[in-house]
């Protein structure tokens, strides 16, 4: 059996209640998957910014970096002003343990009106996001300007891992499990038609990546992001796995997860080779922290992706499983979902299907 050391870092506000239903779930996994867990616990955060005055201590890097298999993320405050020495931990460690992808899956219950499954696949290092910005006096007034990089390397291996992922998900359908597609499709998302060169490089070289003999079966196209954005809202059963630049990234995540009702559903990771944070959507939920009615299943998700690009595809269907099982019974959902059930019931109902 393999045993797997993960590393939990609650963070702030309702960060502290749904992290501990990530850890029961891997707890209550059945033996016959032969995996086993070890947990420690890492700070980081507001809170832990405001006690020390460094919201990611150099422990929870280190501890990560040595220790860990992987780890799990709640969310963090954002102070509401500029404060002096806070920087966001989750944009630190992405940088620090070169956490190159996003990776964010959207998906209905079956039974919605316009079903929806497809993963957006985001760039995470590059494109503006370099923030390489300079401001200065032209002759009518201030100019700035901000650098947009894009390079063979980081477009190389984030269509690559898309084409992974299309993979699988197809092996998933394979297996039995239901959906909506019947064939693994990659869509390649740019604006090369006005930035030739950038986008432009983004796209020729995610063709090539996607081209490669062991994505024979996998579908690709391409679509410019402004009548994605259309086609995504009119028609989101068409995508499969989405790819895209960093800032194209960014904005179809936050779109796509507006089609599935609460941020309460929706899970992230951030994935380099051999490591994986999973992270749900939200942030730290101040309006609803202490009530013990936050919804569990973005952070359930996302224990299901960190161990999907832990190459334990299995444990990670079972999960994805009871969750949807538990949306589609829809007998103890919590309040974001229109139900009147506390985080623990809900992740106790989850825990019962296992
Ligand atoms: P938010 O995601 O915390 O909350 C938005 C709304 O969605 C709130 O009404 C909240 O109650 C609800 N909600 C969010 N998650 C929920 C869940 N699991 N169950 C039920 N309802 C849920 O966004 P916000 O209010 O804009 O930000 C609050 C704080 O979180 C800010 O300090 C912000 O900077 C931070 N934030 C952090 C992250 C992150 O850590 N990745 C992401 C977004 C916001
Ligand atoms: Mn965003």
């Not at 992987?70 to 404060?83: D, I, K, Q, R, Y």
């Not at 290092?125 to 009518?140: A, I, R, S």
């Not at 690709?220 to 989405?242: C, G, H, N, T, W």
């Not at 359930?300 to 960190?306: A, E, K, N, Q, T």
Request: net charge neutral; aromatic share 6%.
């Amino acid at each position: 059996s393999r045993t797997l050391r993960i590393g939990l870092i609650p963070g702030d506000g309702i960060g502290r209640e749904v992290i501990p239903a990530g850890r029961r779930v891997l707890e209550a996994l059945p033996s016959s998957l032969n995996l086993k867990f070890s947990f420690v616990d890492l700070d980081a955060g507001f809170d832990t910014f405001k006690q020390t005055g460094v919201a990611l201590p150099e422990k929870t890097v280190e501890t990560l970096k040595k220790e860990c298999d992987g780890a799990l993320f709640g969310a963090v405050s954002s102070p509401t002003t500029a404060t002096k020495g806070y920087s966001s931990p989750i944009v630190a460690l992405r940088k620090r343990l070169d956490l190159y992808a996003n990776v964010r899956p959207v998906k209905s219950v079956r039974t919605a009106k316009s079903p929806v499954d497809l993963v957006i696949v985001r760039e995470n290092t590059e494109d503006l996001y370099v923030k390489e910005e300079k401001t200065y006096e032209g002759p009518n007034g201030k100019v700035a300007e901000a650098i947009k990089r894009i390079s063979e390397k980081a477009s190389f291996r984030i269509a690559a891992m898309a084409g992974e992922i299309a993979l699988r998900r197809q092996r998933v359908r394979d297996s039995g499990v239901d959906s909506i597609h019947s064939k693994p499709l990659v869509t390649i998302t740019h604006k090369s038609n006005v930035l030739s060169q950038t986008d432009g490089l983004f796209r020729e070289t995610a063709r090539r990546a996607l081209a490669q003999s062991q994505y024979q079966s996998v579908g690709v196209e391409e679509q410019i992001v402004d009548s994605m954005v259309y086609k995504l809202f009119r028609q989101p059963s068409a995508y499969d796995v989405i790819v895209a630049p960093n800032l194209y990234g960014d904005i179809l995540s936050d779109g796509a997860a507006a089609l599935v009702g609460s941020l309460g559903l929706v899970p992230s990771a951030n994935v380099g080779d051999g490591f994986a944070i999973g992270e749900p959507c939200h942030g730290s939920a101040p309006d609803i922290q202490g009530q013990g009615i936050a919804n569990p299943i973005a952070t359930l998700r996302s224990v299901g992706l960190m161990l999907e690009f832990l190459g334990e595809e299995q444990a990670a269907a079972k999960i994805y499983a009871v969750v949807d099982g538990n949306l589609e019974d829809g007998k103890l959902l919590s309040p974001d979902m229109g139900g009147s059930a506390k985080t623990d019931e809900v992740v106790e109902d989850i825990l019962r299907r296992l």
